[in-house]
């Protein structure tokens, strides 16, 4: 399984971005799907993190909700994670995680910077 995440950068306080994560499978194939970020000198965090399959559920990190969205096109293997209304507080490593079968996988990472 390998993770292709993508779309990181510099954004201004209020803007957005938009990550993607190409995985090497089927999305129908892992149990969950989701996002974590690492800020400098912190633990790794989970931003949100998604079910797969019909009912599919999604999980916000608290200071998140309503500002971040999680998506997915499964015709490509990708999952997004849509970012909105940024701060400085969002600057960090952000990593795309997934579940198969009994063992978790992790994206390269790539790094989100919120400054003017």
């Known amino acids: 399984v390998q993770l292709q995440a993508s779309g990181g950068g510099l954004a201004q306080p209020g803007g957005s971005l938009r990550l993607s994560c190409a995985a090497s499978r089927s999305l129908f194939s892992f149990k969950t799907l989701g996002w974590y970020r690492q800020a400098p000198g912190k633990q790794r965090e989970l931003v949100a993190t998604s079910t797969t399959g019909a009912g599919a559920v999604t999980v916000y990190e608290e200071s998140v909700k309503g500002r971040f969205a999680f998506s997915r096109d499964n015709a490509k293997n990708t999952v997004y994670l849509q970012m909105n209304s940024l701060n400085p507080e969002d600057t960090a490593v952000y990593y795309c995680?997934?579940?198969?079968?009994?063992?978790?996988?992790w994206g390269q990472g790539t790094l989100v910077t919120v400054s003017s």
């Open positions: 995680n997934a579940q198969y079968l009994y063992t978790t996988y």
